[in-house]
């Protein structure tokens, strides 16, 4: 019976164990994370999500301060069009994130960004050059665009002197959309080096609508291998959603992946971001409990918690210290939603906004409990306390969990 360690992602002369640890905003997926994971030899991501607040808790900068100043002016007013990033600060949050992890890096892993392009941060294109091009020069093995991929992105850092030399991929949920990328980079001469194919059972945003239960993730599969092969294209394909046990991993691994993807086994790591209390939150839920909904303003569907907290709050939009959700035109779905309540309710102090939430400053205070469609497994990973509470384990115990499982037996922590 074959297990994950008996594969290798091959990626040149490089073999890493074929385990991925998925990025997850905000600082969800931490450094810490990361770096566990490519110790142990797989590919651990950061991600650029909200860089410049990960930045200030980590190294006390205080660009969410200075902006959130400079923009004071604005905060009663609706019209978000003026507040736009300072791209020097970006550009130096990035760095010192990226920088700080890089230098730290031990073993013969890798460590990539995650960099969601729905972040369209009020200049869409400006910002996301200098996400990609600040992490390339901080040294970021690799890059992986998520989230409302765009065909041309590629193109924004082809001048960059690492365009070549530093592994580029991308996440898609369909044979098609791997089909308009690769038409639209063609001219670039340049593949990605990896296609993560996500299917409808991970956590975060989903690449599918709210049909997403009519859509399984191995057939994705099939036919995106089948694709490539006909091609003859060899680009290493790596499947995400769902995948929970390692004899999970070794079904994909048979079937012509080169790697998984995984996140939700890792939300409940030592290492992992999320508060302890949050921890709890997802050992406790059941099935009933994990909801897909469309409260995300970057209209993409998104799995959480029926208890989260960011459902139905109706905070005043924060797009003064925040705003990586505003469009090229200073717009975002929930700035709508929360003005159309306000007008509702003149009188009200506070007004609820059950459409759509304020996606930024939740997720900052990790207030959005968004989760992967077995999340509702995660007890049976680990032992319950005498207090009632279960046991948060080692990123290293659940990454050689899914490396050396057979059987689907998940080994519970000592
Ligand atoms: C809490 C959480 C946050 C996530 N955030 C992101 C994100 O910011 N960007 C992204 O591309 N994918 C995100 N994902 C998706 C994961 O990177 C991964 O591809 C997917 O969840 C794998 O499926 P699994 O969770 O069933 O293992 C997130 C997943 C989880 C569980």
Redesign the pocket.
């Known amino acids: 019976m074959k297990r994950v360690d008996d594969f290798r992602l091959k990626f040149g002369k490089k073999e890493l164990v074929p385990i991925i640890v998925?990025?997850?905003?905000v600082d969800?997926s931490t450094a810490e994370l990361a770096l566990e994971t490519a110790r142990l030899g797989g590919i651990g991501?950061i991600?650029d999500?909200m860089v410049p607040d990960v930045s200030d808790k980590r190294f006390d900068t205080s660009f969410v301060k200075d902006k959130t100043r400079f923009y004071k002016y604005n905060i009663d007013n609706a019209d978000k069009s003026s507040i736009k990033f300072d791209l020097g600060a970006l550009a130096d949050a990035t760095r010192r994130h990226v920088g700080a992890t890089m230098q730290a890096k031990r073993g013969e892993g890798l460590v990539f960004v995650?960099c969601?392009e729905k972040l369209t941060m009020n200049a869409p294109r400006e910002t996301l050059q200098v996400r990609m091009a600040s992490a390339l020069d901080a040294g970021i093995d690799g890059i992986?665009l998520?989230?409302g991929l765009h065909l041309g992105s590629f193109g924004l850092i082809a001048d960059h002197p690492r365009f070549r030399d530093a592994r580029l991929g991308i996440?898609v949920s369909s044979v098609r959309a791997l089909q308009l990328f690769l038409r639209k980079n063609a001219r670039l001469d340049r593949l990605p080096d990896f296609v993560?194919v996500?299917g409808p059972?991970?956590?975060?945003?989903l690449g599918f609508g709210m049909d997403w239960a009519q859509y399984d993730l191995a057939t994705i599969i099939a036919e995106i291998v089948q694709y490539l092969k006909t091609e003859q294209l060899a680009i290493p394909v790596i499947a995400?959603?769902?995948?929970?046990t390692g004899s999970d991993a070794v079904s994909f691994l048979e079937q012509g992946a080169a790697a998984v993807?995984?996140?939700?086994?890792f939300?409940v790591a030592n290492e992992c971001g999320l508060p302890d209390k949050v921890k709890q939150e997802y050992f406790r839920a059941s099935e009933d409990d994990i909801i897909v909904n469309t409260i995300s303003p970057t209209g993409y569907p998104m799995r959480m918690l029926r208890n989260t907290p960011a459902i139905g709050s109706g905070i005043r939009p924060g797009c003064e210290s925040y705003g990586y959700l505003l469009d090229g035109n200073g717009n975002c779905a929930y700035i709508t939603a929360y003005n159309r309540e306000v007008a509702l309710h003149p009188n009200a102090k506070t007004v609820s906004v059950m459409d759509k939430t304020c996606l930024c400053t939740h997720m900052r205070n990790y207030n959005c409990w968004?989760?992967?469609?077995?999340t509702y497994r995660l007890k049976d990973t680990t032992r319950r306390l005498a207090d009632g509470s279960y046991q948060t384990l080692s990123a290293e115990h659940i990454f050689k969990d899914y490396q050396f499982s057979t059987d689907q037996k998940i080994v519970l922590p000592a």
Do not use: K
């Open positions: 998925g990025g997850m905003g969800i991501h991600s999500a995650n969601m992986t998520s989230a996440i993560i996500e059972l991970a956590g975060g945003h995400a959603g769902g995948i929970f993807q995984v996140a939700t086994r939300t968004t989760c992967g469609h077995y």
